[in-house]
C-alpha cells in the first residue's frame, strides 16, 4: 500500500480545512486507516481512524467534534475534515494505514499502522 497525504495548508483559527490521503495497492480496501500528527519537538500523536470492516470511527479527545475521517473507496481516498481549527492544531499531519485486525487497545498507537503517507503541513494562525 502507497499513501500520498495532501492539503495540508495556513488557515486562520477557526477556519477549516480537508486533507486527502490517496491510495494505491491491491490490499487497501482491507485496511484500517488513520491520521496522526506531529508537532516540532512532540511525539507523533494519534488524531481519528477507520475501521475498516464497518466504517466505525475513533477520535482523540482533543479533535473529537471537530474532526471527521471518511473514505471514498471508488476513488481509493480517506479524508480528514477539520473544522473549528485551533492553533494547536498546528502540525505535519500523517495518514497510515494499518492491515492487521482492528484492536480498540492498539488503534491509536502509531505501532498498529504499517504503512505510511509523507505528511502534509497544517498552519492554523491566531
Known amino acids: 500500500v502507497q499513501l500520498q497525504a495532501s492539503g495540508g495548508e495556513l488557515v486562520q483559527a477557526g477556519g477549516s480545512l480537508r486533507l486527502s490521503c490517496a491510495a494505491s495497492g491491491r490490499s487497501f480496501r482491507s485496511n484500517n486507516m488513520g491520521w496522526f500528527r506531529q508537532a516540532p519537538g512532540k511525539e507523533r500523536e494519534f488524531v481519528a481512524a477507520r475501521r475498516w470492516s464497518d466504517g466505525s470511527t475513533y477520535y482523540a479527545d482533543s479533535v473529537l467534534g471537530r474532526f471527521a475521517i471518511s473514505r471514498d473507496s471508488a476513488k481509493s481516498t480517506v479524508f480528514l475534515q477539520m473544522n473549528s481549527l485551533k492553533p494547536e492544531d498546528t502540525a505535519v499531519y500523517y495518514c497510515?494505514?494499518?492491515?492487521?485486525?482492528?484492536?480498540?487497545?492498539?488503534?491509536?498507537?502509531?505501532?498498529?499502522?504499517?504503512?505510511w503517507g509523507q505528511g502534509t503541513q497544517v498552519t492554523v494562525s491566531s
Open positions: 497510515a494505514a494499518g492491515s492487521t485486525t482492528f484492536s480498540y487497545s492498539t488503534h491509536y498507537t502509531t505501532g498498529f499502522y504499517n504503512y
